[in-house]
T-cell receptor, first 115, second 113 residues
Framework: AQKITQTQPGMFVQEKEAVTLDCTYDTSDPSYGLFWYKQPSSGEMIFLIYQGSYDQQNATEGRYSLNFQKARKSANLVISASQLGDSAMYFCAMREGRGYSTLTFGKGTMLLVSP | ETGVTQSPTHLIKTRGQQVTLRCSSQSGHNTVSWYQQALGQGPQFIFQYYREEENGRGNFPPRFSGLQFPNYSSELNVNALELDDSALYLC????????????FGPGTRLTVL
């Protein structure tokens, strides 16, 4: 079974609108972390936001927020007030356990923001 | 920018050759992880280095090997290149046992002909 599932290959949104990118995960480890990265066409993975499994509140970083629903094993990224520069690939990733910092990634969602 | 650098930016090799990719980690980070990202896929974990030793490995054959140096910089070596090795190779640095940070470099795009 896939550990990280991103079911939306592509999403379209108009500038200034909000958009939600879906991510579900699968782990039996009680300690884990969920990450979202943005990858523009240049290739660099840009860290956006992190949510720990024991965090009581949903993470927020500026226009990014993570809708963490632990029982449903989902960690959706919400981008408010989309900008043209938000057009990129977005990856959800998971770290399991506390010993290592390695990440398992989903296949990504391509977001296109139109004027 | 993250402070993680990689070289070269692009590389073209032929099947059967060997390649070395380099990564300099962010200041203060002593752990380096390498990932392979094939076209249209998410990155796949290759291995991680901490204190100059391999500290975890993904599902990659032994012809993928690495080194970490005392200054925490790292190399990824791939022997006997295959066409399927064509990918973007990303390195990420973090502090040992850091749970919430892993910063990536810009990547090296390898093409195997």
């Amino acid at each position: 079974a896939q550990k990280i599932t991103q079911t939306q290959p592509g999403m379209f949104v108009q500038e200034k609108e909000a958009v939600t990118l879906d991510c579900t995960y699968d782990t039996s480890d009680p300690s884990y972390g969920l990450f979202w990265y943005k990858q523009p066409s240049s290739g660099e993975m840009i860290f956006l936001i992190y949510q720990g499994s024991y965090d009581q509140q949903n993470a927020t970083e500026g226009r990014y927020s993570l809708n963490f629903q632990k029982a449903r094993k989902s960690a959706n990224l919400v981008i408010s007030a989309s900008q043209l520069g938000d057009s990129a690939m977005y990856f959800c990733a998971m770290r399991e356990g506390r010993g290592y910092s390695t990440l398992t990634f989903g296949k990504g969602t391509m977001l296109l923001v139109s004027p | 920018e993250t402070g993680v650098t990689q070289s070269p930016t692009h590389l073209i090799k032929t099947r059967g050759q060997q390649v070395t990719l380099r990564c300099s980690s962010q200041s203060g980070h002593n752990t380096v992880s390498w990932y392979q990202q094939a076209l249209g896929q998410g990155p796949q974990f290759i291995f991680q280095y901490y204190r100059e030793e391999e500290n975890g490995r993904g599902n990659f054959p032994p012809r993928f090997s690495g080194l970490q140096f005392p200054n925490y910089s790292s190399e990824l070596n791939v022997n006997a290149l295959e066409l399927d090795d064509s990918a973007l190779y990303l390195c990420a640095s973090s502090a040992w046992r850091s749970y919430n940070e892993q910063f990536f470099g810009p990547g090296t795009r390898l093409t195997v002909l």
